[in-house]
C-alpha cells in the first residue's frame, strides 16, 4: 500500500499557521513511509471562499517548502483538487445514500429548526435534530418534491450505543451515537457540506492516513458511519493536538498572530518556521532542536508526537529564527534574504508616493519609512499623550479599535477608515481624536502619512499586532478589565439614535 495523505484547508481567510502545522506532519508522516502528500481545496462554503484567500494558501505552504505531489495548481490523477469542481460527484453520492435508505431527505423550514433548538435549550431535553422528517412516505415526499418545497439531505444516525473511533494517537475514542446529529450531507442549494465532500473525496483521492486537528474527533463518528454506508475502507485516523496561546487557550488571532503572511512579512526565515512547527509536540530521537524538514522526514516516527497542547511563542520561535540567522546564513545570503522579504521595489513602491510628498532629501526617506519595516515599535507611554483624552481612554479606543479590525474581513484602507469612524461616532469622539492613537500605535508618530493606508499595505495581522503592543504600552488590559470593556463594546452604538 503507498501512504497517502492530505492537508485540505478552506480558503476562507488568512492562510493559518495551523494549516501549515496540519500540512508538515501529513507531509513528514507520508514522505517517511515513502508516500504521497496531497493538497486538496476544501471550497463547499461558496458564500466565505475566496480565490485570494485559496491562493495565499497555496503560496504561504509553498513559501515555507511543504510542497504537495497532487494539487490544484499542479494537477495529478485524482484532480480536480478543488471541491467547488467536484459537484458531480457529490450528487452522486449523497443521491445514492438516500437509494440506499441511508439518508432522508429533510424539508424541515428554519424556523420550525429554530423553534426546535429554542425548546431543546428551554426544557434541556435533547439536542440536534428530532427525526421530523425521517418517516415521510415515498408519496409525500414526491408530493413535497412536485410541489418544489426546499429540502436537505441528511444522514441516519443509530439511536444508540457507542461509536468506537481508533486513532493513530490516542487509541480507541468512544463516542455516544446519542450525541452524534443526523447530519446535513447536501444543503437545499444542492451543495454538500464539509463530511460528505470530505470522505467522498479521501476515497476518491486514495487516502489512507487522515492526520488533522483534534477539532475534528467529534466529526469521526459520522465519518466513519459514511464509510460503512458506501462499503469503502476506512482510512487511518490521526488527531493532532491542538496549537496554544502561551496562556494555553486556543491558538486565535485575537491573542497572536496566526497569518503565515504576517511570521514572513515579520522577517522570520521559512526554515524557521516550519523547524519551530516540527517541535511542536514532537522531538528529534536526539532532541536536538534545530533541524530541517528532510532531517525531520528522516528520523519520523508519529508515535513521538505528545498530545499535551503544543505552545505556540513567538520569543521561541524568535530565538531559533535568530540561530538559524547567525548560524546557517553566509553574509551574501543574509542579504539576499533581505532582497528576497521587503527591502524590494515592488513592496516600497506601495507607499513610495506618501514618502515623496514629505520628502527634500532623499536621506528622508529611510527614518520616515522605518515602520513599514519594522516588528513591533520601540513606543512608551508619552507617545500616547492625549490633548483630550486621559491614558484609560486611549487604552480602551485602541482596545475597541482592535476588536472592531478582528471582525473586519475585507482588508482594505476604506473598510479599515469606515470601522474606526463608527467607533468614533460610537464613542463620541471626533475623528481627528479618534486617529491620533491609532498613527501612534501603527506608524510610531502622529505626523505619518495615512495609517489607514499604511494599515492596508502592512496587513491585518501586522496592524492588529501594533495595536496589541501599544495596548500593552499602555499598561495593558487585566482579565476583570477586558470582561467590562467586553460589555461595554457590545452595546456600543445602541443606546445612540
Ligand atoms: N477543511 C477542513 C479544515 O479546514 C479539513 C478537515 C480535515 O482534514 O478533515 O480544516
Not at 280 to 289: C, I, L, N
Not at 431 to 438: L, T
Request: aromatic share 10%.
Amino acid at each position: 500500500m503507498t501512504v497517502r495523505t492530505r492537508v485540505a484547508p478552506s480558503p476562507t481567510g488568512d492562510p493559518h499557521v495551523g494549516t501549515a502545522y496540519i500540512a508538515l506532519f501529513n507531509m513528514a508522516f507520508a514522505k517517511s513511509q515513502g508516500g504521497q502528500f496531497l493538497l486538496r481545496i476544501e471550497d463547499t462554503d461558496q458564500v466565505r471562499s475566496t480565490r485570494e484567500s485559496e491562493q495565499q494558501i497555496l503560496d504561504s505552504l509553498r513559501w515555507l517548502g511543504l510542497d504537495w505531489d497532487e494539487g490544484p495548481d499542479n494537477g495529478g490523477p485524482c484532480g480536480p483538487y478543488r471541491q467547488s469542481e467536484r459537484r458531480e460527484l457529490y450528487d452522486k453520492h449523497g443521491q445514492e445514500l438516500v437509494e440506499k435508505g441511508h439518508a432522508f431527505r429533510c424539508f424541515c423550514t428554519p424556523e420550525r429548526l429554530d423553534e426546535l433548538r429554542k425548546q431543546q435549550e428551554a426544557t434541556k431535553e435533547g439536542s440536534g435534530y428530532d427525526g421530523h422528517c425521517l418517516h415521510l412516505s415515498e408519496e409525500d415526499v414526491q408530493a413535497k418534491l412536485d410541489a418544489g418545497e426546499p429540502h436537505v439531505i441528511r444522514m441516519k444516525v443509530p439511536s444508540e450505543g457507542t461509536c468506537k473511533i481508533q486513532d493513530m494517537l490516542r487509541g480507541e475514542i468512544e463516542i455516544d451515537w446519542k450525541q452524534v446529529d443526523m447530519q446535513v450531507l447536501v444543503k437545499a442549494d444542492g451543495m454538500p457540506t464539509y463530511h460528505l465532500a470530505n470522505v467522498v473525496d479521501d476515497h476518491h483521492m486514495g487516502i489512507t492516513h487522515v492526520i488533522r486537528g483534534e477539532e475534528w474527533i467529534n466529526s469521526a463518528p459520522k465519518h466513519i458511519l459514511l464509510y460503512q454506508y458506501f462499503g469503502w475502507d476506512m482510512p487511518t485516523l490521526c488527531h493532532m493536538p491542538l496549537l496554544r496561546n502561551p496562556d494555553k487557550s486556543k491558538l486565535s488571532k485575537r491573542k497572536n498572530p496566526t497569518s503565515i503572511t504576517y511570521y514572513r512579512d515579520m522577517g522570520y526565515l521559512p526554515e524557521a518556521v516550519v523547524n519551530y512547527l516540527g517541535r511542536m509536540g514532537w522531538s528529534m530521537p536526539d532532541e536536538r532542536e534545530k533541524f530541517t524538514v528532510a532531517e525531520m522526514i528522516e528520523s519520523f516516527d508519529i508515535n513521538r508526537v505528545s498530545l499535551g497542547g503544543p505552545i505556540f511563542d513567538q520569543e521561541k520561535l524568535s530565538w531559533l529564527n535568530g540561530s538559524w540567522i547567525r548560524e546557517n546564513l553566509t553574509d551574501d545570503e543574509f542579504a539576499d534574504r533581505l532582497h528576497g522579504w521587503l527591502l524590494q521595489e515592488s513592496f516600497i513602491k506601495k507607499f513610495l508616493p506618501f514618502a515623496k510628498e514629505r520628502s527634500e532629501k532623499l536621506s528622508d526617506f529611510m527614518p520616515m519609512s522605518a515602520f513599514m519595516f519594522s516588528g513591533m515599535l520601540d513606543l512608551t507611554e508619552e507617545d500616547f499623550k492625549h490633548k483630550k483624552l486621559d491614558q484609560d481612554d486611549v487604552r480602551k479606543l485602541l482596545q475597541f479599535a482592535l476588536w472592531k479590525l478582528e471582525a473586519q474581513r475585507v482588508w482594505n484602507k476604506d473598510n479599515i477608515f469606515g470601522d474606526i469612524k463608527g467607533l468614533a461616532k460610537d464613542m463620541g469622539y471626533k475623528i481627528g481624536d479618534c486617529m491620533q492613537p491609532i498613527f501612534v500605535a501603527v506608524a510610531g508618530t502622529p505626523n505619518s502619512w495615512s495609517v489607514v493606508d499604511s494599515m492596508e499595505i502592512l496587513g491585518p495581522d501586522m496592524s492588529r499586532a501594533r495595536l496589541r503592543h501599544a495596548i500593552e504600552v499602555l499598561g495593558g488590559v487585566s482579565k476583570k478589565q477586558m470582561k467590562k470593556l467586553d460589555k461595554e463594546f457590545r452595546t456600543l452604538g445602541q443606546t445612540s439614535e
